[in-house]
């Protein structure tokens, strides 16, 4: 792939590097400063490119997806925090024919780890002297809190267990890249399943097979239906 990247932060930088190490081509490097509301983002600043990534910002990215859209490309964004947008950026991607994957998590793992805490928030459900919470740790410098990976683990354990809340704790501090812990915790014991990424290039090489996947189709997806497209 010949591939754009939209944002030169952390992401970008780990999605640069294992690109390289792939075989693929980076050829632009879109940055904040030349890029005010998506402005930076034309069709001759893309020319080339078959492939958009796009983290960024939550107050910039649906200002970069609209315009993205507008030209007709081909993206994959993982910037979390935006998906009020959802509908508005969906429908201008499928106006004019392009291609949109995004997701909050893009490892394979955690998406297995949803799936898993749901199947066993089912046996859960009803067994009242359990108490069901989430805790979720990033590094000092993520912004969001709670994580959209958090979130979407509250809808899932939620989706398996329909009695319980869940309420989410988030700790912000040093350097880790992500951990999310569901637990139940009863009086004289307690069970916790845990997903932690060790490397944000789990992320990365996540993003790069959505990328991959996405090379000749239109429309809009996750990553899960990528992942999960025959089983849901
Ligand atoms: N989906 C996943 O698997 C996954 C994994 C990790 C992180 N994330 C999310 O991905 C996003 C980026 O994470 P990160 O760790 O790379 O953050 P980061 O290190 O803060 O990098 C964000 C970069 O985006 C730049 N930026 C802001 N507005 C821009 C614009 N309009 N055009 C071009 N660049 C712009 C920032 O530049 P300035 O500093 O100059 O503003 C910064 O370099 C966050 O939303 C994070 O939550 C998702």
Redesign the pocket.
């Known amino acids: 792939m010949r591939i754009a990247l939209?944002?030169?932060?952390?992401?970008?930088?780990a999605i640069a590097q294992l690109a390289l190490e792939r075989g693929h081509t980076v050829a632009t490097i879109?940055?904040?400063?030349e890029?005010?509301?998506?402005g930076?983002l034309s069709q001759a600043r893309l020319t080339g490119c078959d492939m958009v990534f796009e983290?960024?910002?939550?107050e910039?990215?649906p200002?970069?997806l609209l315009q993205l859209a507008r030209l007709g490309a081909r993206v994959v964004s993982?910037?979390?925090?935006w998906s009020a947008r959802l509908p508005e950026v969906s429908a201008v991607v499928k106006e004019h024919g392009g291609a949109l994957l995004f997701?909050?998590?893009?490892?394979p793992g955690v998406q297995l780890f949803l799936r898993t805490a749901r199947d066993m928030a089912r046996r859960f459900e009803g067994r009242t002297g359990f108490d069901g919470f989430v805790v979720e740790t990033h590094h000092a410098?993520?912004?969001?809190a709670p994580?959209?990976t958090a979130v979407a683990l509250r809808g899932m354990l939620r989706q398996g267990d329909q009695g319980r809340e869940f309420p989410v704790t988030s700790i912000r501090g040093g350097h880790a890249?992500?951990t999310h812990r569901v637990t139940y915790d009863a009086p004289f014991e307690s069970i916790r399943l845990e997903h932690e990424a060790r490397s944000?290039h789990v992320?990365a090489a996540?993003?790069l097979l959505a990328g991959e996947w996405l090379q000749g189709r239109s429309g809009v997806f996750t990553f899960e239906q990528m992942l999960f497209e025959e089983d849901s």
């Open positions: 939209i944002g030169n932060g952390k992401m970008g930088r879109v940055e904040s400063e890029n005010h509301r998506g930076g983290f960024t910002r939550p910039a990215a200002d970069n993982g910037t979390t925090g997701s909050p998590n893009f490892s410098a993520k912004l969001d994580s959209g890249p992500g944000r992320f996540g993003a």
